[in-house]
Nanobody, 120 residues
Framework: QVHLVESGGGLVQPGGSLRLSCAAS????????MGWYRQAPGDQRDLVAL???????NYADSVKGRFTISRDNAKNTVYLQMNNLKPEDTHVYYC??????????????WGQGTQVTVSS
């Protein structure tokens, strides 16, 4: 079993910053990629940022230049630095880890979600 524990969400004013963290623990084999997704009530869960084991990153257009994803492989931890936050960034943010099973197939694991609210 693999567990993802998120932290760092909260309430922030527009233009402010937050840093999300997500630590993976348990039976961890090869982590293909880790990332952050977000979801508003009634909406689908959308990719925010992704980082592969090799360090390649991918961002949603709406957060490029404002958010930065990073990863500490030794700690199996991924971070999301969010700057210049806007009200439209208000969502529940979910950590994702894609791990390789014994056959090389990727399996997705999810954190419990952390609320980010941007409001004055």
């Amino acid at each position: 079993q693999v567990h993802l524990v998120e932290s760092g969400g909260g309430l922030v004013q527009p233009g402010g910053s937050l840093r999300l963290s997500c630590a993976a623990s348990g039976r961890i084999s090869t982590i293909n990629a880790m990332g952050w997704y977000r979801q508003a009530p009634g909406d689908q869960r959308d990719l925010v940022a992704l980082i592969t084991s090799g360090g390649t990153t991918n961002y949603a257009d709406s957060v490029k230049g404002r958010f930065t994803i990073s990863r500490d492989n030794a700690k199996n931890t991924v971070y999301l630095q969010m700057n210049n936050l806007k009200p439209e960034d208000t969502h529940v943010y979910y950590c994702n880890a894609n791990l390789a099973d014994p056959y090389g197939l990727g399996i997705d694991y999810w954190g419990q979600g952390t609320q980010v609210t941007v409001s004055s």
